[in-house]
């Protein structure tokens, strides 16, 4: 499979010069030059296959012959060693929970993905690759635990400062190993936007192989495709249509739905449920993309003002704004909104949502579903990982997991930085 940039301007690679590159030369982001639909026969005996078997299926043809088949069950019956399973709400809304991985968030399964791919291709080589990460709270604790100790790689992650939660803070700063946080006087796009400067900079990337972690890899974002697959497993003997509510940020794991869609993945409709950074929600009103500066949150996952991914959704609809529109909504809650959903819910049938989820719901809710629908909201992290805001607004207390547990008393080591500057002086020590 060779991945194009879509700025165009930079030249085809394969599946793993894509994963090491992270972002194309001409800063574009990668994307498979085709995407061929999985026989019928797949979706038909889906029951009778493991989820090992089914991410096998669906994502070899990304992988292509890079990796040798045993090698790509091995890794992917590693990554994939937990449940993933849809819960029922009520009649007709069910939340996919996509939290019971090491670091009890949706990112668990793209980052434990994507270190052991890059374990697998920098197996043999002496420099190691420097994976550069900007994160907005989760991506942090998925990418650190999942690369933690991988032969070959050095982990750096920027983070805003006292703009993540303690836990996630917590599991980002407290691995040691090949792991360093730097933490950054700013908010997250200002983490994102140094990143994306070191990767052009060649003054570092002529001594430094430098890859990225955020969905923008192609390692990390793909595999996120498997969630919609493994909840179509869970729901089909519903004889519904299928409605995925996605709470999006930079709208990685939306995007890996919609390439389930065209796996042939059957779904009637994908909802972007995002909190008040609502760039996507002001362009399917206005078909005018205008970013602005993100947010602070009770979503913080998601405070996101210029989703990279957003341009991966448009060329899977060829770019074609009505066609998107027909598959696609987004819809912009605010905090308020999303703490009564959290209440809703918990009074209503004692479910604990997280911000995220209950973002989702409140998509769900905003889009209406008809009597053949079954509306499908994304789990993205666990209640505990919000754990301030979930208690104070349902007026519960939630048992500390034994994974967040382990990290809590734990020290704490970052290093501050300031500017893209102190960045690079970090890099070229
Ligand atoms: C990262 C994250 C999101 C947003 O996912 P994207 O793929 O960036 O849209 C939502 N919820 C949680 C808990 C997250 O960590």
Redesign the pocket.
């Known amino acids: 499979m060779q991945y194009y940039s879509l700025h165009n301007e930079a030249p085809n690679v394969t599946f793993s010069e894509a994963v090491i590159k992270g972002l194309a030369p001409d800063r574009g982001l990668y994307f498979p030059e085709n995407i061929t639909p999985l026989p019928d026969s797949f979706f038909e005996n889906i029951e009778d296959l493991d989820n090992v078997e089914i991410a096998y299926q669906a994502i070899q043809q990304f992988v292509g012959d890079e990796i040798p088949e045993n090698e790509l069950r091995d890794i992917l019956s590693d990554v994939l060693s937990f449940d993933f399973p849809v819960v029922e709400i009520n009649d007709t809304i069910g939340t996919l929970e996509l939290f019971h991985g090491p670091t009890m968030?949706?990112?668990d399964v793209g980052a434990r993905f994507m270190a052991r791919c890059l374990g697998y291709f920098n197996k043999d080589n002496d420099n190691n690759v420097t994976v550069l990460v900007a994160t907005?709270?989760?991506?942090g604790g998925a990418v650190a635990n999942g690369f933690l100790g991988v032969k070959g790689v050095d982990v750096v992650i920027l983070y805003p400062s006292g703009k993540v939660s303690d836990i996630q803070e917590k599991q980002l700063t407290t691995l040691g190993q090949n792991i360093t946080a730097l933490e950054v006087d700013g908010v997250f796009d200002d983490c994102q936007e140094m990143v994306k400067t070191a990767f052009l900079d060649t003054s570092i990337t002529d001594h430094k192989q430098l890859t990225s972690a955020n969905?923008i890899n192609v390692a990390r974002w793909l595999p996120?495709l498997f969630y919609f697959i493994f909840a179509y497993k869970q729901l089909k003997k519903k004889n519904k249509e299928i409605v995925f509510s996605?709470?999006?940020?930079?709208?990685?794991?939306?995007c890996a739905g919609i390439v389930a869609y065209k796996l042939g993945l059957p779904v009637k409709h994908f909802v972007a449920s995002t909190n008040v950074n609502d760039t996507v929600v002001r362009y399917l009103e206005t078909e005018n993309y205008n970013p602005k500066p993100s947010k602070a949150t009770i979503?913080n996952?998601?405070d996101?003002g210029n989703?990279s991914?957003f341009i991966r959704i448009q060329q899977l609809f060829d770019n074609n704004f009505a066609s998107l529109k027909n598959y696609f909504s987004a819809y912009s809650f605010d905090d308020n909104q999303t703490k009564k959903a959290m209440m809703e819910i918990f009074d209503t049938t004692g479910y604990i949502a997280?911000p995220?989820g209950a973002v989702g719901y409140l998509g769900l809710k905003e889009h209406t579903l008809s009597s053949n629908e079954y509306g499908v909201f994304l789990e993205?992290?666990h209640p505990v990982?919000f754990l301030p805001v979930v208690e104070e607004t349902l007026k519960t207390s939630i048992k500390i997991p034994a994974q967040i547990e382990k990290v809590m008393n734990k020290k704490q080591y970052s290093i501050k930085i300031d500017t893209y500057k102190k960045l690079k002086e970090y890099l070229l020590k």
């Not at 907005?136 to 991506?139: A, I, K, V």
């Not at 996605?246 to 794991?253: A, E, I």
């Open positions: 968030a949706f990112k907005s709270g989760d991506t969905s996120q996605v709470p999006s940020g930079n709208f990685g794991n939306i979503s996952a998601m996101v989703p991914n997280d995220h993205t992290a990982k």
